[in-house]
């Protein structure tokens, strides 16, 4: 495992008895030692890292069900923007990797069968329809709330599910 990871993971666990808890920093920090590492071991670490992270941050939504709504589906976009990340090969989508990476994450546990990820690796081209369609509900919902200051603004869901699918071309 590259030794980047390993120190981040060793701090990262470190705050396990710590009062405060820098989430967004730890966050920003994850993602982008994601993006320049290649081994496969740092990045299984960081992707569990990176799971944990977001079960702190929805244990502290769960009074916000609408937050806490739209932290999920922000978190499963993460998710699946991480594991495509593993699996770009020259700029395009190994699939094979993907069906390797998809299976390593279900035997995890951090990936559930039905996952529209993993249903895509394993030729469902139509798995990401129903995903789609409950993200643009949710995000018709969060426009017609009010936003209060604490919001943080989640990336656009539906073009999230864009970036996460392979060309066809």
């Known amino acids: 495992m590259d030794a980047r990871v390993a120190e981040f993971s060793r701090r990262f666990f470190g705050y396990a008895d710590a009062s405060e808890f820098p989430v967004h920093d730890l966050r920003r920090e994850l993602l982008t030692l994601h993006a320049t590492i290649e081994d496969e071991g740092g990045r299984t670490e960081l992707l569990r890292i990176f799971h944990v992270l977001s079960d702190v941050v929805e244990s502290h939504l769960a009074g916000q069900p609408e937050v806490l ?23 395009e989508m190994d699939n094979v990797l993907l069906r390797r990476v998809t299976g390593r994450e279900l035997r995890a546990g951090r990936m559930t069968s ?18 789609y369609e409950m993200a643009v509900e949710i995000e018709g919902r969060s426009k017609q709330r009010q936003p209060s200051p604490d919001d943080t603004p989640l990336p656009n869901t539906p073009e999230f599910v864009r970036m996460l699918q392979p060309r066809t071309d």
Do not use: V
């Open 69 to 91: 709504e739209a932290f999920k589906i922000h978190r499963q976009q993460q998710t699946w923007l991480l594991i495509r990340a593993e699996c770009l090969r020259d700029g």
């Open 114 to 131: 039905s996952d529209p990820l993993r249903r895509y690796a394993l030729g469902d081209m139509t798995a990401f329809e129903a995903f």
